[in-house]
């Protein structure tokens, strides 16, 4: 079962555009939600992250917002550029009982055409 | 660089082979993770080191599966009898004490399995 459910599977946005990812999840015991950024032929990068005391957290041109009521968060890339083009994937994590194991989305891959 | 080292890249193992994957941790960092990422997919949890200790196996998929970190640093994951369903990319992560869902990904060995 998958713990959290990512979606688009795939995204195409303009270059300047706004580019949105969304996140869904079950488990009230998560309390810490990364974005990760992967490249091909690369590892996932960690981007930003949150955590369920906050509606929203902004680094740049990246802003994850928070919905706790409705375990739903989300990935805005404000101003996109095709060098953001890449693998985004959303995950959860319970820091209290699995030591850091962290549960991935399938992942969208976001395409910014020049 | 001072990131997560893996290696092999790129290994392609015939049906039944045994196959040994090499992960270099962040100097510093007591905690080691293991995913595996099949294509299109996100990473999928395996197991998890804190220091030599390995204190989370349960997301291996079988016993063919084997993690070790002898000495607290780098870890090696081994499949024997390696069958078709296990081609996937094996990614390897580490984080400090106390921050273990804050993980630094390396670039993954692809292993093939034909």
């Known amino acids: 079962q998958q713990q959290v459910k990512q979606s688009p599977q795939s995204l195409i946005v303009q270059k300047g555009g706004i580019s949105i990812i969304n996140c869904a999840y079950e488990n009230t015991a998560f309390d810490y939600f990364p974005w990760y950024q992967q490249f091909p032929g690369k590892g996932p990068a960690l981007l930003i992250a949150i955590r369920p005391d906050v509606s929203e957290k902004k680094e740049g041109r990246f802003t994850i917002s928070f919905n706790k009521s409705a375990k739903q968060f989300s990935l805005h890339i404000m101003d996109s550029q095709p060098g953001d083009s890449a693998t985004y994937f959303c995950?959860?994590?319970?820091?209290?009982?699995?030591?850091?194991?962290?549960?991935f989305g399938r992942g969208t891959q976001l395409t910014v055409w020049p | 660089g001072a990131g997560v080292s893996q290696s092999p890249r790129y290994k392609v193992a015939k049906r039944g082979q045994d196959v040994a994957l090499r992960c270099d941790p962040i100097?510093?960092?007591?905690?080691l993770f293991w995913y595996q990422q099949a294509l299109g997919q996100g990473p999928e949890f395996l197991t998890y080191f804190q220091n030599e200790a390995q204190l989370d196996k349960s997301g291996l998929p079988s016993d063919r599966f084997f993690a070790e970190r002898p000495e607290g640093s780098v870890s090696t994951l081994k499949i024997q009898r390696t069958q078709q369903e296990d081609s996937a990319v094996y990614l390897c992560?580490?984080?400090?004490?106390?921050?273990?869902?804050?993980?630094?990904f390396g670039p993954g060995t692809r292993l093939t399995v034909t």
């Open positions: 100097s510093g960092h007591v905690s």
């Open positions: 992560a580490s984080s400090l004490a106390g921050r273990e869902y804050e993980q630094y």
């Open positions: 995950a959860a994590s319970d820091r209290g009982s699995t030591l850091g194991r962290l549960y």
